[in-house]
């Protein structure tokens, strides 16, 4: 059998077992093992230890549980209530104001936790009961909260963009500062939305009424409460950005800034400290298991020379260009995004794509910020993207199906125009980490 044809039949083999319920670890491991040991008999063992070897020397990879660490210590202690009454007082009297503040809210999420499903639980438990009790368009605030959820992955410290990082080989520093101004921008286009929106129909957002009530000091108070997650993020970056620290220093410093918090806020007891170690280490050996597959898959495709067959096929006998090829890329994870998740999504296509994008000439920092985005839309995309059926068990029973469903699409739209902006200028992406580390 030639090598273009093992290739196919592994990732043939691969989705056929994904499709099975099978876990996405083990699917791609043990396509990968099975394929190894067949090709080149009992020394394919190498590749499994090898790949378990380059895992276990890569030293950023000890960020990972300390973000989430850090993630789960701000979400368990509720701080996030802090945060949305805080947008709740300050935002409540412009039209379609607290959902503007829901977008600010699910910033400082992902900004505290690096997973947009867990701003997708935080928006759905707090803001959204809130949104429809004053009144605002339950079709639209469905839309807002789905919409936040989405910057989880792009804002830093985002986790998917850490396993991005070990796949393409890229240091994790530069995606996370090439995700800030994609990330800020695209909330900045969603508050834009909403704000024209409620201002030609304020019947969708209407203004609070109660909110001139609340006492000057009150909102004082809550102005400082909401900044601490800022004042965190900034203890963790600042001393980052500026060469200070070390990436897994500064990740120390933020998951040791927001114990310390929690514990000065009187928020932090044993039971939650027990939930945020075990929800940690469950979450990291996850992550490192589909690293561990991802890699050995990937270093049999290398064996097999996939990549270059592929790349004659696109550019030789298709004569496609390099840009025609990228957006092929970006559709096939839409249609994936249907039944997979982010994860599943980068461990399959990575060994593909990744080093196709390098040979056609893309920079892979410029495209880890694209596969973010790209996901994000195909979460949110009918009928089966993974966003929908997550907001259909948190929403309240008033909130339909087709109300989830109609609500994305304003949405959607926005997050397409932001991925074309960054695919025509890539400078938005590649600026900041280009300034950080070229000084």
Known sequence: MSQEYIAIFMFALMMLMLFTGQRVFGAIGAVATIAALSLWGTGGQDITFSAAM??????PLLTLPMFIFMGYVLSESRLADDLYRMFHVWM????????IGTIGLMVLVSAMNGLSVAGMAIGATIALPELLRRGYDKTMVTGVIQA??????????????????????????????AGIVPGLM??????L????????????????????????????RLLGAGALPLIIFAAMMVPFVNGWTSLVE?????????LVVSVAKRRMTWAIFETCTKHTLA?????????????????VFDGLGAVKAIDNLFTDQLGLSPWMILILMQLSFIVMGTFLDDTAMLVIVAPLYVPLVGALGFDL?????????????????????????????????EITLRDIYGSIFPFVAVMVLALTIIMIFPELALWLPGYVYGN
Not at 368 to 382: C, F, K, R
Request: positive net charge; glycine residues 10%.
């Open 54 to 59: 380059k895992l276990m020397k890569w030293y």
């Open 92 to 99: 409540g009297p412009v039209n379609g104001g607290l959902a």
């Open 148 to 177: 936040g959820s989405s910057l989880g992955i792009l804002v830093p410290p985002s986790v998917v963009l850490v396993l991005y990082a070990m796949i393409a080989r890229q240091p994790v520093g530069q995606l996370w500062l």
């Open 186 to 191: 695209m909330a900045g286009m969603f508050i």
């Open 193 to 220: 939305y909403i704000w024209i929106r409620c201002r030609i129909q304020p019947e969708l957002g209407p203004a609070m009424k109660d909110a001139h009530e609340v006492p000057r000091a009150e909102k004082i």
């Open 250 to 258: 500064s990740s120390a410093i933020g998951a040791l800034a927001a």
């Open 283 to 299: 979450i990291s050996c996850m992550f490192m298991w589909i690293i561990l597959a991802a890699l050995g898959f990937g270093a």
């Open 365 to 397: 920092i410029w495209y880890g910020v694209l596969y973010t985005i790209t996901t994000q839309i195909a979460y949110m995309t009918p009928p089966f993207g993974y966003n929908l059926f997550l907001m259909r068990a948190m929403a309240p029973p």
